[in-house]
């Protein structure tokens, strides 16, 4: 997909401001916090409880620094932020994003922290080994160079540094039904499969250490969500899609149900 058309499919307007008055209904009277924005801001399967997955294998502490390839909303790296402490500098390529990520940082004190810029995952414009550990969740699927940006996370970090890669990756050769939450059709998704990312990282100059399929936690937020909890990553995406929302995550939600599709997060070691 074009940089155009990834920028298109995930544009719109006013999206701080729809996450914060979501976010303020459900905290009610208590303070507004990452846990409330959480609930709408994380924009992969597994929402909050796969970011806490990612956390766990970013072997990252304190005054770490941490950089988020395709950071979104923000979601993710303020959940970093706050759990294990390092500064997380977020890199997207669609501005509406990176605007509403700085806009729901500060408003939850994270400014200091946490700070999101525009870029492209295939052109960083960092220095060689600025950070010391990357995460990206649900962004690969949008790009068809992969090997470009394995490549150029391997540059910006330190040896020995943790990549954490979460996306959607299929298991074989056949195809989810389109329309899907990253792309109305197959000319615009570009899901490898686990192979072909442990291939390309390896090739980057990545060690795969670990690799957990999260279907399972997906399904269990999927539960959650059925028995009252809130939907909000698929109440905001939905608005984005008028009446296609609901087909676009039914048709991913079957896919990985058939096992067509895994949630997978790989866990890989810079040689
Ligand atoms: C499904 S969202 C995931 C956002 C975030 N990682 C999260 O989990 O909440 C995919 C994001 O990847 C971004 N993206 C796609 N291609 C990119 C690229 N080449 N460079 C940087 N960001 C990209 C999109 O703009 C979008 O914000």
Redesign the pocket.
């Known amino acids: ?1 074009g ?1 155009e058309a ?2 298109g ?2 544009s719109a307007e006013g999206l701080a401001g729809a996450v914060l008055e979501k976010a303020a209904a459900v905290a009610g009277s208590a303070p507004l916090g990452v846990e409330h924005l959480a609930l709408f ?4 399967m597994g929402g909050r409880l796969a ?1 806490a997955q990612v956390a766990e294998a970013l072997t990252v502490g304190h005054g770490g620094r941490v950089l ?9 790296a303020r959940s970093v932020a706050t759990r294990l402490g390092p500064h997380v500098t ?5 501005p509406v ?1 990176v605007e509403a990520a700085q806009t729901l940082s500060d408003r939850v004190g994270l400014s200091g922290i946490t700070t999101f810029q525009v ?4 052109d960083l414009t960092f220095e060689d080994a600025t950070f010391d550990a990357a ?5 690969g ?3 068809p ?1 992969k090997a470009a ?1 394995f490549s150029e996370v391997h540059r910006v970090l330190v040896p020995s540094g943790t990549f954490v890669v ?1 996306d959607p990756m299929r298991t074989g050769p056949a195809q989810p039904d389109f329309p899907v ?2 792309a109305a059709g197959p000319d615009a998704s570009f899901l490898a499969t686990v192979e072909e990312y442990r291939s390309l990282l390896t090739e980057a100059g990545f060690t795969v250490e670990e690799e957990h399929n999260l279907a399972g936690l997906v399904e269990q937020l999927r539960q959650r969500q059925t028995e009252g909890e809130v939907a909000g ?1 698929q109440e905001m995406m939905s608005a984005w899609f008028d009446s296609e929302g609901p087909v676009r995550f039914r048709n991913i939600a079957s896919a990985i149900r058939e096992g067509v599709v895994e949630p997978r997060l790989m866990v890989a070691r810079r040689r």
């Not at 977020?90 to 669609?94: A, E, H, P, R």
């Open positions: 997909m940089d990834v920028v499919n995930y801001d994380e924009l992969h970011t988020d390839v395709g950071s979104g909303m923000g979601g993710p977020g890199v997207d390529l669609t994003h870029g492209d995952a295939t995460m990206m969740l649900f962004v699927m949008n790009v160079a940006v979460y939450p990253w990553q």
